[in-house]
Nanobody, 115 residues
């Protein structure tokens, strides 16, 4: 059994920063990729960050230059540094870990950016 737990969410003002962490525990295999999705109120979940052997990538244009994804494979942890946060970044942020086309998910952490 693999468990993913996110932490680091919260309430922050516009322009502030947060760092999210996601720790994978249990019978963890060697994950081929780890990353993040988010789901804003009334919107579909969107995939926006991934780190794998192909590198660390942010897929969201609006997050370019503001978000950074990194990974500590030895600790089975993926991080998301978010700077210059905007109200439109308000969402539940979910991490995932992938191996052999199987994805494991965390429960999500709420990020709220006040204007």
């Amino acid at each position: 059994q693999v468990h993913l737990v996110e932490s680091g969410g919260g309430l922050v003002q516009t322009g502030g920063s947060l760092e999210l962490s996601c720790l994978a525990s249990g019978k963890t295999p060697s994950f081929s990729a780890m990353g993040w999705y988010r789901q804003a109120p009334g919107k579909e979940r969107e995939w926006f960050a991934d780190v794998s052997s192909a590198g660390a990538k942010i897929f969201l244009d609006s997050a370019e230059g503001r978000f950074t994804i990194s990974r500590d494979s030895a600790r089975n942890t993926v991080y998301l540094q978010m700077n210059n946060l905007k109200p439109e970044d308000t969402a539940v942020y979910y991490c995932y870990a992938e191996v052999f086309l199987t994805q494991y998910w965390g429960q999500g952490t709420q990020v709220t950016v006040s204007s």
